[in-house]
T-cell receptor
């Protein structure tokens, strides 16, 4: 069966420090991968998505970047964190097909606090 | 893009009560999912239901795609049902768009 792992679960970082959040998927190949952010309140905002190695699309211009160095690995990074980067970050995957839609499965999330 | 509206925004129930959550969307979709976000933040997939009706224990969902809405039914609610319920949709080639959620509190 497919599983998605995301770490760390919580992170407290000072302003101006770098960030690296990692997400890996097991049990499938060529998945579509996504990074979402949930700020205080309810809304989930799509940050990045990837349909293959090295292919990254950004939905919102921001202080963050994403990379996909391997088929089932998705990394969210920042060179210098801002206070506004605080939030709950969720990684997700869906089966790798561009023609039809299938369900998304989410990781357990990383709660980032920038101080 | 597609607009997704959920109602009610907040709901308080006594344990054992039943409830219906609604999701309206503005355009035709290929995918509709209901998620439960638990107090720890994890998004749990409840249903993948672009059309029709599905049931899983005390939960069931119905999507009427032609009328662009979906309903999530919770019967005999329990305190562990508390959390935020999200509806999310997408069309072919587009990304999943979330509604604003319904925050449910079930009191013992």
């Amino acid at each position: 069966s497919q599983t998605i792992h995301q770490w760390p679960a919580t992170l407290v970082q000072p302003v101006g420090s770098p960030l690296s959040l990692e997400c890996t998927v097991e049990g499938t190949s060529n998945p579509n991968l996504y990074w979402y952010r949930q700020a205080a309140g309810r809304g989930l905002q799509l940050l990045f998505y990837s349909v293959g190695i090295g292919q990254i699309s950004s939905e919102v211009p921001q202080n963050l970047s994403a990379s996909r160095p391997q088929d089932r690995q998705f990394i969210l990074s920042s060179k210098k964190l801002l206070l506004s980067d605080s939030g709950f970050y969720l990684c997700a995957w869906s089966p790798g097909t561009r023609l039809r839609n299938y369900g998304y499965t989410f990781g357990s999330g990383t709660r980032l606090t920038v101080v | 893009g597609i607009q997704v509206e959920q109602s009610p925004p907040d709901l308080i129930l006594q344990e054992g009560a039943n409830s219906t959550l609604r999701c309206n969307f503005s355009d035709s979709v290929n995918n509709l999912q209901w998620f439960h976000q638990n107090p720890w933040g994890q998004l749990i997939n409840l249903f993948y239901i672009p059309s029709g009706t599905k049931q899983n224990g005390r939960l069931s969902a119905t999507t009427v795609a032609t009328e662009r809405y979906s309903l999530l039914y919770i019967s005999s609610s329990q305190t562990t049902d508390s959390g935020v319920y999200f509806c999310a949709v997408n069309r072919a080639g587009n990304m999943l768009t979330f509604g604003g959620g319904t925050r449910l509190m079930v009191k013992p």
